[in-house]
């Protein structure tokens, strides 16, 4: 067998202290840029204010320059009269304060009892409303440490302290090459087994985010030789190497191999999920990483070693995740081996922040587009129990989390035309989380949803959704927001081969199915369909193999992996499949009657009412949205 | 009088949506860019996925593909065997699965009898281990809703979604517009009068932040036809103007006119300080921006109107203020005519933020640099109580903040040395509020700072801070770090032309002094040894004049606004200034002692003990570091 896995398992800040222990003596040089080019640039040397500011005396206001000894009897009864050009001068704003004079008295202050003459009926105090010399910066003064990161208002205070030109970091060189000949590039012609390369493209996004200057090179193919020349040639012209190298145990090693015929690996294996088969080395001394191809890993290796390379081969060593504290809405396992890394989704929720996780897999780079925070597990710790409050490095800021709408429950496409509507908007968000609809109904019952997409049929009365939210959620008053009844059928591949034309026919025709996952609703009405046709799961092939959304099954029936699943009409018509009506579900909203007064649903109630929102309904086909809006209190 | 004042005093939202709604017709176009060069835009239309990820069967693991159905009797005491080409086939991750198989068993599960033969001893599950088609993005799916910010992660799930050009908002071309006869370019020969021009240049680095295209124009000399015609020419070249037009309220009318002239105004004047006399308004259908010229009013329109200006043309209206909750150290009043915005420095003392008010001038830019934080009083509000707990916008993250060591107490250059030594460092700041020695002990009391710095004589028994220790901070185990012995003396002009070798030369040659606040170290010092000498305060000329650090009394003398002053050798030395030493006082830290274990004290401690540092010291004259490091627990 050709893999070879003797990854170490050290964990992440040892494997980062190793790393830049070694690789220390590396830093990129330094160069001169103008002030004003230099945001975001660290600082090489300390700083110090050439000049002070101001440098001369000024006015803090619009008034008279004049002498405070001159004002001094000056009361409401026996106001002092002053003369221009004899006693006082007119100075705006900072205006220099002639020599003569000691202080300045504001416009507001002033009685006019001529053009140029005033009088005054309080006494001034010397130096009053004049800047002074040096009030801002002293000449000598420190303005900014070395390793500082310049922001715009640094650069304000360099220039006022009168330097123009400062020492900093050269943005270090970050070499990217994307390895493997199973990858391609975009827009070639995609083949079974080749994969659209972009982990460099996100790469190169990140390192520009993080301060460094990215060139992505061209994908090198699988050859040792090749291989070892590109990664020489870059580590002779960049200051840092990323060397991305596939996703398998093999590609690794090959990487591994390059990176030891060149320089040194210090480092194979840090104990993060996902993430763990990174190496760090040296080559050519300059620092060199390889990162696995799963995009999740890849994302996590970027973000907590990646990013510390670029700051600390400038001087730099600063983080800056972001964390809020949320409560954890359910369970959740982590092997004690690991640091792992959990995608959450974070919803404001009566005040305080909620965490729900969502898919863990390293392959899916829509869990990341999808996920508000990550949730650090650390290595010791084998879970946390539902309602932990936990931190949680946040992805957004905590006003668009704040701006969210949060739907726990079941998935349905028009959720995600509304959430697109919704955003047109441009201030709220509708994030969804797709647990199914018990799912939502618990998540509501604990307050950890806004509100909840349900389609729950009581198999003893028939009808929907009502006596779950009853049963289940005694303790709030919940409105049911009627939204769409929706046909669910069987969708079968177009052109209907195996001549399917009920659930029977699944049987009898011995098809592969594929289910939703328990707990869904349209997992209920199919064992209520299949109970009441007296049919056994045990004789439906494929009943067992669970996909999430509706979308995702029909995806399988399209590519021929399976030959029918029940779903809804959209999803069938999206992958072009034939569908066979079975029965109509409605398809409602739950939602604790306190946060129909709440900004972000009003908006949300306005875009699933307004006439665009139905136009898209008809567009899609397979909805009744003829008692859209209307609003049950489950007493 | 020139000056016109007739602003309004709206509040900050109610201006805001004003003019949001004056200026929602216009928006920038769209253009389609290529989705790896995206980061940072916003969508103008959702974007969906062309094919789906993976678009085949996948492997998830390294192992073999092989029937699921082939190993249903495998078990420990039953292997099964399988055989290479007939059963299975070997697949890395990533690899596509064959037609024919429908499960992949890991390589850890496997028993190789030979090259090509494996045994199984438990049964596979049909589906384990593949990634099926879709698994991460589903074809028609919602990768993107529109009015979206572009992340790296985004720029993945796009590619690998088919998504290769994506339709965004161009960035907004902002023209950038200084005006003002005072203000001159970096550089040029300084008169009295003149401003060195830096606004603009903060401006063009917070733009592009902002993620628009900053263009700086020449600056523009008060000429009303000429800012009328540049002003007209850029508002049909650039998507937003900002015009920043001095600082005084004539100077404002005159952008206000040519504003009218060209256009319209709709607001003149914001409820707010510093930043008060905004103009928001409207120039060949363009939003223009009259921004004040004091840095800091400016650096807050900057912020709360700008910022939202350059989102809101692209169809993007989110705040991405972090705020954190934070102890105020000391009681601020405010004027509830006005939102207040204070600058804060921060700490994190005992597990929680403290926040200590510092400068609050709209002049200084030194403030802006110092401040890791922003106070928002509301309008409403008269200030807050000290102890209050407050939500403070932070400018730093909140790793820096809690990496950085919070010194409230009595400044001495060496203080900015230390800071600078310990920043080199790359993890720790340190962050020292300038509130004299008592001010430092009432923190330390309080548990509001880490550590303090002091000078207080005991006018009792001539010791120094000792006894203050004692006294003052009865509830907390404090260490006294021996730090430097410095000399106070006179300073006067270089050649001490007055001939003032004592303080009562002062008196006697009728010499204009410039004094320290009161409690300030200094002060009592001036204080204790007035008395001893027999003098009265109020025959000092300018005793009340008050300036807050050593270097700031330096520079007035230096400018010749006083003629003497109390403070220490360095900032006479700095100031090019005679000296005249007058005592030796004891400048050290005060901690406690639980604080001597935090990691970035002893790095502190470090610092102040390296020969380094003493290096530095011997080149600043004036101290004796004989007893430094010494350490004495105060009971």
Redesign the interface.
């Known amino acids: 067998?050709r893999?070879n896995i003797y990854l170490s398992n050290i964990s992440l800040n040892e494997a980062i202290n190793i790393f830049l222990e070694k690789i220390k003596d590396f830093k990129v040089e330094t160069e001169y840029v103008k002030?004003?080019e230099a945001?975001g640039r660290i600082t090489a040397k300390?700083i110090f204010a050439k000049?002070?500011?101001?440098?001369?005396?000024s006015s803090?206001v619009?008034g008279i320059a004049t002498v405070a000894k001159k004002t001094f009897t000056a009361t409401d009864k026996n106001p002092v009269r002053l003369k221009e050009g004899v006693d006082y001068v007119?100075v705006?704003?900072?205006?220099?304060i002639p020599?003569e004079y000691d202080c300045v008295i504001m416009?507001e202050d002033?009685i006019?009892v001529s053009q140029d003459e005033v009088e005054i009926i309080k006494p001034a105090?010397?130096?009053q409303n004049i800047?002074?010399?040096?009030?801002?910066?002293?000449?000598?003064?420190?303005?900014?440490?070395?390793?500082?990161r310049i922001?715009?208002?640094?650069?304000?205070?360099l220039?006022?302290g009168?330097v123009?030109e400062v020492e900093v970091y050269k943005k270090p060189k970050v070499a990217i090459i994307p390895t493997g000949t199973?990858i391609v590039e975009?827009?070639e012609e995609?083949k079974?087994?080749d994969?659209?390369?972009?982990?460099s493209?996100?790469?190169?996004?990140?390192v520009?985010?993080y301060g460094g200057i990215p060139t992505?090179f061209d994908i090198v193919k699988d050859d040792f030789e090749k291989l070892k020349d590109v990664v020489d040639q870059a580590s002779r012209e960049y200051d840092i190497i990323l060397l991305n190298a596939?996703?398998?145990?093999?590609?690794e090693d090959y990487s591994k191999k390059v990176i030891e015929t060149l320089g040194e690996v210090y480092i194979h294996g840090v104990a993060i999920k996902p993430g763990k088969p990174v190496i760090l080395g040296r080559v050519n001394n300059k620092p060199i990483v390889g990162i696995p191809?799963f995009?999740v890993s890849a994302?996590f290796i970027m973000e907590n070693i990646v990013k510390k390379l670029v700051?600390?081969v400038q001087?730099?060593?600063?983080?800056?995740?972001?964390?809020i504290e949320a409560t954890l809405s359910k369970r959740i396992m982590s092997s004690p081996k690991y640091l792992e890394f959990v995608r959450v989704k974070l919803g404001f929720i009566d005040g305080k922040y909620i965490a729900a996780p969502i898919e863990r897999?390293a392959?899916?780079?829509?869990s990341?587009?999808r996920a508000d925070g990550v949730l650090e597990i650390p290595e010791e710790l084998e879970g946390y129990e539902k309602g932990t409050r936990v931190n949680v490095n946040i992805?957004k800021?905590?006003?668009?989390i704040k701006?969210t709408i949060l739907c726990i429950g079941s998935h349905d496409l028009i959720l995600?035309?509304a959430?697109?509507l919704?955003?047109?908007?441009?201030?709220f968000?509708l994030s969804s989380a797709h647990v199914g609809s018990m799912g939502g109904i618990l998540s509501l019952k604990d307050r950890e949803t806004h509100f909840a997409t349900i389609h729950l049929l009581d198999v003893e009365t028939g009808e929907y959704n009502k006596s779950y939210v009853k049963r289940y959620i005694p303790n709030r008053k919940i409105a049911l927001i009627k939204f769409v009844k929706r046909i669910q059928g069987l969708m079968v591949k177009k052109g209907n081969p195996l001549e399917i034309n009920s659930l029977e026919d699944i049987v009898k025709k011995g098809a592969r199915f594929v289910n939703r996952q328990k707990g869904s609703g349209t997992r209920i009405l199919l064992d209520y369909e299949l109970k009441r046709l007296g049919i056994n799961p045990k004789d439906i092939i494929?009943y067992?193999?669970e996909?999430y959304?509706h979308?995702?099954v029909?995806?399988?029936i399209a590519?021929g992996?399976a030959d029918a699943g029940l779903g809804v009409f959209s999803a069938a018509k999206?992958?072009d499949l034939d569908f066979i009506p079975i029965a109509n579900e409605d398809y409602d909203i739950a939602i604790p009657v306190e946060y129909l007064e709440l900004d972000g649903v009003k908006q949300f109630l306005e875009v699933i009412n307004s006439e665009e929102f139905k136009n898209e309904l008809d567009k899609l086909g397979g909805y009744d949205y003829s008692n859209l809006g209307e609003i049950i209190i489950i007493e």
Do not use: C
């Open positions: 067998m893999q002030t004003y945001n300390p000049i002070s500011s101001p440098f001369y005396n803090a619009d007119v705006d704003t900072g205006d220099p020599d416009v002033l006019w105090i010397p130096w800047r002074q010399i040096g009030e801002d910066i002293v000449e000598g003064q420190l303005i900014l440490p070395q390793s500082h922001r715009p208002v640094d650069i304000g205070a220039i006022a009168g123009f199973e975009p827009g995609l079974v087994g994969i659209i390369e972009f982990n493209r996100v790469f190169a996004a990140q520009e985010e992505r596939g996703s398998s145990a093999g590609r191809g995009p994302y700051n600390f001087g730099y060593d600063r983080k800056d995740k972001r964390y897999g392959g899916t780079t829509m990341l587009v992805l800021s905590e006003d668009e701006n995600d035309i959430a697109d919704l955003a047109k908007g441009g201030k968000t494929g067992e193999r996909e959304t979308i995702s029909a995806a399988q590519k992996n999206i992958m």
